[in-house]
């Protein structure tokens, strides 16, 4: 019985290892598949020449300054939404928590909004923007959170609500700004829509740290948060600082959202979708479930980018309809789906 | 340092409304004490408090001499393991996985199980008789299933003490009976101290080595089974009719409850 037992738990570790595998081959098989297509079509022996210095100077120019930057920009925004999705689906033990429809996403729109359009910043220099959502972001969050918690529990529908309630005023006073602000900056429409047109290496170059600081800071507490699903008592008797926990969680999700918004926008959808895709594969267990998500996730931008810059070529669809055409109808599903079965 | 559980003065209240008040108590090792009150008389609360749960405003709680409020959650959990009443679970964690959440306060961070680990989990899923279902789904199970896993996850905590708030409230009659045996065994064999709570006169009576009765939030009687379970104390506790007997066929004590007294 115990041999049985520890060999079904050896096939599973080695099922999980082939999964990280397999998602990881379909990533980079996207990204190759970004960076190739385009007005100037590289195919990828020309890519990989071009990659260790040996291309023509066009290709130089369109992979180091266009596509790839481009690429990776999908990559870590995916990361990091997708991975704030899995934080806060488990803190708010629900499948229907994500940055987006709990209006996180909104509100560290304002936050840069108010530093892009009035000057109004916390600390100067490069990094005053996502500070600004940041600290937007972090306070939709307990607002959110304060809003739909009731005698230490947060039923779904209440949660639901605040959210859209907290992101739809956050998103009117986005809205707002938008309409102050002078002509020069159109911009800022198309950043609301989500957009990767910012995809310069100097945006990276901000980006990528705070993603990596805020996916860390989840995959941190990864058992933690596994027994904080089963119950706030559970975790207790299990010694676990549950309010520590949890406000380090909530933070890393805020820092993940306002990293991607402050740069490309408010992309919907992303964590809501695909944590729960990856969940149904390879179970609860964030040990297993934030690697897979980071590679899932990245790899849905990479292809709706694709998608984005393809449908109406040669025009550029900003990339948050096309995480939205495919994630309500997604969302819609799960709602659906939770009438007729209990749990996730 | 003759008590590994000691509780003094403690007491606790949900805004403003007295709930427990001036409990105190100690526990030998080995023992198996029992906690016993009509539904609502705090026994919870109580058992929340020994793990610092929730905090008491008074008193002190202390595990082989040390106080637990200098003690971080995670050391606690290292000498105390609690199976708690209500145990729905809706997520999709196997048996196994749930039971070895009993190595984490034992565990570094991003340390793996070793193989040491993974032979108390899995000895604490035999013990329990769950190792049969070790792959199957936790929110597949039924109650009694679920309640097994929930003590073999306490059992591979190791614990000193094992705290059990109503241990055999969704369990069939022959599951409860293997579940006290087991604990009973567990203490009388390898020194586990047991504290459980309960409203079920009979199973307290049989397997606790001490009783303690909790009446309008405070202790009205401690001791030994048959000092506490008189005729009078049953009678201003539960409201009933009742007898304690020594049956010499399961060696323990039973109650035969006549009638509610009006």
Known sequence: MIDDAINSLRKREYKRHLILIILSIILLTSIYYSIS????????????????????????????????????????????????????????????????????????????????????????????IPVMAFVFCFITLMIVYNIARSHGRIPVETLLLAGIAVGAFFSALVNL???????????????????LMQYGWDNLIIVMPLTVIGIVGVYYYSRELNAMMLGDNHALNLGIEVNDVRFRVLMACALLTAAAVSFVGIIGFVGLIIPHMVRMIVGPDHRILIPSSILAGSTFLVLCDIVSRSLLYPAMLPIGIITALVGAPYFIYLLRRRRREVGW | MVEILKVNDVSFDYSGSIVIEDISFSVPPGEVLGILGPNGCGKTTLLKILNRNIKSPTGDVSIEGQGITDM????????????????????????????????MPNLERFQNESEED??????????????????????????GERQRVIIARALAQQPKILLMDEPTLHLDVNHQLEVLD?????????????????????????????????????????????????????????????????????????????????
């Open chain 1, 37 to 128: 297509r385009g007005a100037i079509e590289i195919s990828f022996s020309e890519m990989l020449a071009t990659l260790i210095g040996q291309g023509t100077p066009l290709h130089e120019k369109t992979i180091w300054q266009l596509r790839l930057p481009r690429a990776m920009m999908a990559v870590f925004v995916g990361a990091g939404l997708t991975v704030a999705g899995v934080g806060m689906q488990a803190l708010f033990k629900n499948p229907m928590a994500s940055p987006y429809i709990l209006g996180l996403s909104s509100g560290a729109a304002f936050g840069a909004a108010l530093a892009m359009v009035m000057g109004i910043t916390i600390i100067d220099g490069r990094l005053s």
């Open chain 1, 177 to 195: 700004l938008t309409y102050l602000a002078d002509d020069e900056l159109q911009g800022i429409v198309y950043w609301m829509m989500g957009d």
């Open chain 2, 72 to 103: 971080s959650k995670r050391d606690i959990a290292q000498k105390i393991a609690v199976v708690p009443q209500n145990n729905e679970i809706s997520f999709s964690f196997t048996v196994t996985d749930i039971v070895m959440m009993g190595r």
């Open chain 2, 118 to 143: 993974l032979r108390i989990v899995f000895d604490s899923m035999e013990k329990t008789n769950i190792i049969g279902f070790a792959d199957r789904f936790i929110n597949q199970l039924s109650g």
């Open chain 2, 182 to 262: 087991l604990v009973h065994d567990l203490s009388r064999d390898e020194g586990l101290t047991v504290v459980l709570v309960s409203h079920d006169l009979s199973l307290v009576a049989r397997y606790c080595d001490k009783v303690i009765l909790i009446h309008d939030h405070n202790i009205l009687a401690a001791g030994d089974v048959k000092e506490v379970l008189t005729d009078e104390n049953m009678r201003k506790v539960f409201k009933i009719e009742a007898h304690l007997d020594y049956d010499e066929r399961i060696k323990g004590h039973t109650v035969t409850i006549v009638k509610p007294c009006r």
